[in-house]
T-cell receptor
């Protein structure tokens, strides 16, 4: 499976600011996804990062709050904009694997705390 | 609506005490069921994919099985290093690539 890295691994930010999270994969992948995991909760899909076109957002998530870039097949960024304490979560990127059409493999996550 | 329910929420085991975790799902046209292991503060680690009822997969002390309505993750003679949260997930029918996750079962294995 692909090796996925994320930067930063963690950050503490002030409310009202923005943070950009990077996701780098060691091989070209078709599908990349961004998830959020709030404290004590399971994972929720934010959006699908599409290469060469706008991201596809899930219900409850909007581009103004979570802009996403996907400039090539190995890299994506997620920005958390105008942060509030409710944005404190672990943010995870994932990619589809080669073993099965719907299998997803996750990066190590970015732990964000907003004060 | 696609739903995934895991039970129990938490499980405390003595080392060597085997047990099973349950994942029940309601989704039309199952396109796979995935099990993940998640350690605190880390991303989920992929364990298994199951595609059809009757299928079984094994990895060390873990064995996953699938029926038409649920999946079980059996932990045989667990060790403290098996302590983690175990998540199951299914692809949803309304959005390609979207995984619907269960809430997870937190497993603690004590020596």
């Amino acid at each position: 499976s692909a090796v996925i890295s994320q930067k930063p691994s963690r950050d503490i930010c002030q409310r009202g600011t923005s943070l950009t999270i990077q996701c780098q994969v060691d091989s070209q992948v078709t599908m990349m996804f961004w998830y959020r995991q709030q404290p004590g909760q399971s994972l929720t899909l934010i959006a699908t990062a599409n290469q060469g076109s706008e991201a596809t957002y899930e219900s409850g998530f909007v581009i103004d709050k979570f802009p996403i870039s996907r400039p090539n097949l190995t890299f994506s960024t997620l920005t958390v904009s105008n942060m509030s304490p409710e944005d404190s979560s672990i943010y995870l990127c994932s990619v589809t694997g080669t073993g099965g059409l719907y299998e997803q493999y996750f990066g190590p996550g970015t732990r964000l705390t907003v004060t | 609506e696609d739903q995934v329910t895991q039970s129990p929420e938490a499980l405390r085991l003595q080392e060597g005490e085997s047990s099973s975790l349950n994942c029940s799902y309601t989704v039309s046209g199952l396109r796979g069921l995935f099990w993940y292991r998640q350690d605190p503060g880390k991303g989920p680690e992929f364990l298994f994919t199951l595609y059809s009822a009757g299928e079984e997969k094994e990895k060390e002390r873990l064995k996953a099985t699938l029926t038409k309505k649920e999946s079980f993750l059996h932990i045989t003679a667990p060790k403290p290093e098996d302590s983690a949260t175990y998540l199951c997930a299914v692809p949803t029918t309304d959005s390609w690539g979207k995984l619907q996750f269960g809430a997870g079962t937190q497993v603690v294995v004590t020596p």
